[in-house]
């Protein structure tokens, strides 16, 4: 949870109260949330959707970022043997 974050959120729509507005709350609420960075999780959806701030970054316990990449090779179903990711492999001869 994140006071840069919620700074950034007021700062792309041009302050607490249009904030408030878009969420639907009080500016009290929003004041609330800048100050302790602390966001509901019924807000953060809508605050990513309105100021393209990452909903990682609002809520990082609800929203945990996920790597960009999967691993090269996984473990399909549990045998310890894995099959790789990539679709040129199942051409190669083995």
Same mark, same amino acid.
């Not at 609420?29 to 959806?45: A, E, F, Y």
């Given at each position: 949870?994140? *006071?840069?974050?919620?700074?950034?959120? +007021?700062?792309?729509?041009?302050?607490?109260?249009? @904030?408030?507005?878009? @969420? &639907? #709350?009080?500016?009290?609420?929003?004041? $609330?949330? #800048?100050?302790?960075?602390?966001?509901? &999780?019924?807000? +953060?959806? $809508? *605050?990513? /959707?309105?100021?393209? *701030?990452? $909903?990682? =970054? =609002? $809520?990082?316990?609800?929203?945990?970022?996920?790597?960009?990449?999967?691993? !090269?090779?996984?473990? @399909?179903?549990?045998?310890?043997?894995? /099959?790789?990711? #990539?679709?040129?492999? !199942?051409?190669? /001869?083995?």
């Amino acid at each position: 949870m994140s *006071i840069q974050a919620m700074k950034s959120a +007021v700062e792309v729509l041009g302050s607490q109260t249009n @904030l408030a507005k878009k @969420l &639907g #709350c009080t500016p009290q609420n929003v004041q $609330r949330m #800048c100050s302790t960075g602390r966001v509901p &999780g019924k807000h +953060v959806l $809508r *605050i990513e /959707a309105e100021t393209g *701030i990452s $909903r990682s =970054l =609002l $809520r990082p316990d609800l929203y945990p970022e996920v790597p960009l990449t999967m691993p !090269a090779t996984i473990d @399909l179903d549990g045998s310890g043997q894995k /099959a790789s990711n #990539c679709a040129g492999d !199942a051409y190669s /001869a083995h």
